[in-house]
């Protein structure tokens, strides 16, 4: 996949020193000489690693709605586990269809 969109001249001179300074120290993090470490790798690198911060975010988010609002997800049928990785998930409740 190739993503590409457009910096205005204040956003590409932020990224340009962005990358100036943290090029070098991603490429050591790695164990790379960063002459090895070219701009499209640190580029994928700081897209991903973007991404998993904003998943994590997400994730505590969901968890903490989730946590705070176990109540109301029961009466609508979901219980709540709460995981040992201290996440929590939804489960669906069984419910009984006997008259």
Known sequence: MK??????KD?????????DMFQ????AKKGLEVEKYG???FIRDVF????????????????QAISENEEELK???AEVVHNED??????????????
């Not at 993503?3 to 205005?8: H, K, R, S, T």
């Not at 070098?24 to 490429?27: D, V």
């Open 48 to 63: 991903i690693q973007g991404f998993n911060a904003i998943n994590m975010e997400f994730t505590s988010f969901m968890n």
């Open 75 to 77: 009466e609508l049928g």
């Open 11 to 19: 956003e590409a001179l932020a990224f340009k020193n962005f990358s």
């Open 39 to 41: 701009q499209d790798q």
């Open 86 to 99: 201290g996440s929590v998930s939804l489960k669906e409740t069984e419910t009984s269809n006997e008259e």
């Open 3 to 8: 993503l590409q969109f457009n910096l205005d």
């Open 24 to 27: 070098p120290l991603l490429a």
